[in-house]
């Protein structure tokens, strides 16, 4: 499995951006994709993410009502459209996947539960 992370950039508060990531090798099996992001001198943490098979979606409260992650209808591509940007949400941006082991597993908030990372798109927000 490889992901591949862009859309990244330099934006003023109260603006948006479209980060995209896609991915290959994910063919026929159940994988929950999520984002992640990492501050400087903090440590990762979890943003959204979407069930298989276009399932649930779930959000960190932060960015609730402001972010909306989707998947392309091959579900070669997720995005996460941001919006109403702060400059806390500056970041650098990590998409995540993990195959889903069980139908009841909930969704992994967790980065130590992911397996397959792209390597990151850096997300600037100016005041």
């Known amino acids: 499995v490889q992901l591949q992370a862009s859309g990244g950039g330099l934006v003023q508060a109260g603006g948006s951006l479209r980060l995209s990531c896609s991915h290959s090798g994910m063919i026929f099996m159940p994988y929950y994709m999520s984002w992640f992001r990492q501050a400087p001198g903090k440590e990762r943490e979890f943003v959204a993410a979407v069930a298989p098979r276009g399932g649930v979606t779930d959000y960190a409260d932060p960015v609730k009502g402001r972010f909306t992650i989707s998947t392309d209808k091959a579900e070669k591509t997720m995005y996460l459209q941001t919006s109403s940007l702060k400059p806390e949400d500056t970041a650098v941006y990590y998409c995540?996947?993990?195959?889903?082991?069980?139908?009841?597993?909930?969704?992994?908030?967790?980065?130590?539960?992911?397996?397959?990372w792209g390597q990151g798109t850096l997300v600037t927000v100016s005041s």
């Open positions: 995540a996947t993990k195959l889903r082991t069980s139908p009841l597993e909930v969704v992994p908030r967790t980065p130590d539960r992911y397996g397959y």
